[in-house]
């Protein structure tokens, strides 16, 4: 590998990176304060940084609370990356359309480096409903997504997945190891649709299906997540035939065909 000139290093804008990152793990922002002594940067020089991914509208900054906070230009960014910048917009009005069929949150994912990636959600009806954050990122041995897209991935992505992976126990329900993993893919992938059964959040099940893309990859996943109380076997039906008909729907207009 050739190596970096390091005369052609841009030191404000390495500070800039570390700030983006630094406040990519605190999901509640901080103060200038707090930014300039967890990055050992001068307070003027911390202050110019922000003020302009604030103009930049790299990050969002509250005058109640002056705390700098990221805003969602950097998902949008992170899409064209991937090259499925026109995934989201394919996705939206199907997942509003599934909220309003189920009455519960509907949300969207995709995979990350070693984790699943939450993307967008339509909130549910209901007053009591669970709120995620764009960015936040899930687990992939114990969610709805994760394992709905999981069980269709080519086997040699899928075991790069799983050597990240480290099963960590939530409670008696979770998932714990690589075998009964592989065993509940293969469920998956012959149901076509994938359940959390309150293995992270006890009282809390959600149900998911895969999005595939023209080349019949898994690029991402809609689930539905809700209350136990609320979710009867009944209602968990009905909902796995609407999920997999509205998953069938977005990854058709991907232009995936059997």
């Not at 390091?6 to 999901?27: D, H, T």
């Not at 080349?215 to 539905?224: D, S, V």
């Amino acid at each position: 590998m050739e190596k970096v000139d390091e005369s052609y290093k841009v030191p404000n804008l390495e500070k800039g990176i570390a700030v983006l990152e630094y406040l990519s793990l605190r999901s509640a922002g901080e103060t200038l304060q707090d930014i300039k002594s967890a990055l050992d940067i001068s307070q003027t020089t911390a202050y110019r940084i922000l003020n302009t991914l604030v103009r930049l509208e790299y990050l969002n900054f509250s005058e109640d609370t002056k705390r700098y906070k990221l805003s969602r230009k950097l998902l949008t960014l992170g899409f064209r990356s991937l090259n499925e910048h026109n995934l989201l917009e394919t996705v939206l009005p199907h997942l509003r359309d599934l909220r309003d069929q189920v009455k519960e949150t509907a949300c969207f994912g995709v995979l990350g480096d070693e984790k699943g990636i939450f993307i967008e959600q339509a909130q549910g009806h209901h007053t009591f409903r669970f709120v995620l954050s764009p960015g936040k990122p899930f687990e992939l041995h114990c969610s709805a997504p994760g394992k709905a897209i999981m069980a269709y991935l080519p086997k040699t992505v899928r075991d790069r997945y799983l050597s990240y992976m480290t099963f960590t126990r939530y409670n008696s329900r979770t998932i714990t190891s690589r075998e009964a993993y592989l065993e509940e893919l293969e469920k998956v992938g012959k149901l076509g649709y994938a359940m959390d059964n309150e293995e992270e959040l006890s009282g809390v099940i959600c149900v998911g299906a895969p999005i595939f893309n023209y080349t019949g990859y898994p690029c991402g996943a809609i689930w539905i997540s809700g209350p136990k109380d609320r979710l009867s076997k009944e209602v968990v039906k009905n909902t796995v035939k609407v999920i997999k008909e509205i998953a069938g729907v977005i990854s058709n207009e991907l232009g995936f065909r059997k």
